[in-house]
């Protein structure tokens, strides 16, 4: 799988969007990006996953550049529960296809 | 959907002391099956896998085995445990929409 980078950290006032970027510029053409997030003392959770298109659902939204190399999840309205890490990742598709996680960035939301 | 049941929640073990961890799954059958392990402060590391009954593979070499006697049941284990093999254990289920599922984990402390 495609390895990513992510920043450590970050942080984004409470009611504000959170824009987390995730590079992956050696993406193949088969691989999808798939975010999850950890809340602390939690299993991880699934947020969304895309390959080429935009994609958003009731959690994010996951903004694809063209070339595939860069990805940013949108928070639209940060929450002080949307405190985690989160976590970028590029896998090939598929039920079989193993999930590699990373260090992932941590977010905090300030009130 | 699928239900993750992990048990126990924490766990302090002495050292060489032999360990079994269960994991159930309702709502799915043959399902691809993971454990993790999140070492205090560290990532999550995938340990094991099973894409189906007694067929697991191992990614990193350890102290620790797994096994799946039944096609929604993975147990790991081990003979004897060390310092090193504290952490957070997680189990995950492959979800058909290529989405892993965790469950809520067991904190085990090896003194």
């Known amino acids: 799988d495609a390895k990513t980078t992510q920043p450590p950290s970050m942080d984004c006032a409470e009611g504000r969007a959170a824009n987390l970027p995730c590079n992956h510029s050696?993406?193949?053409?088969?691989?999808?990006v798939y975010w999850y997030r950890q809340i602390h003392s939690q299993g991880p959770q699934y947020i969304i996953h895309g390959l080429k298109n935009n994609e958003t659902n009731e959690m994010a939204s996951l903004i694809i550049t063209e070339d595939r190399k860069s990805s940013t999840l949108i928070l639209p309205h940060a929450t002080l529960r949307d405190t985690a890490v989160y976590y970028c990742?590029?896998?090939?598709?598929?039920?079989?296809?193993?999930?590699?996680f990373g260090k992932g960035i941590t977010l905090s939301v300030r009130p | 959907s699928q239900t993750i049941h992990q048990w126990p929640a924490t766990l302090v073990q002495p050292v060489g002391s032999p360990l079994s961890l269960e994991c159930t799954v309702e709502?799915?059958?043959?399902?691809?099956l993971y454990w993790y392990r999140q070492a205090a402060g560290r990532g999550l590391q995938l340990l094991f896998y099973s894409v189906g009954i007694g067929q697991i593979s191992s990614e990193v070499p350890q102290n620790l085995s797994a096994s799946r006697p039944q096609d929604r049941q993975f147990i790991l284990s081990s003979k004897k445990l060390l310092l090193s093999d504290s952490g957070f254990y997680l189990c995950?289920?492959?979800?058909?929409?290529?989405?892993?599922?965790f469950g809520s984990g067991t904190q085990l402390s090896v003194l």
């Open positions: 990742i590029v896998r090939v598709g598929g039920a079989n296809s193993k999930l590699t």
């Open positions: 050696t993406i193949s053409g088969n691989e999808y």
């Open positions: 709502g799915t059958s043959n399902p691809n």
């Open positions: 995950a289920v492959g979800a058909t929409n290529e989405k892993l599922f």
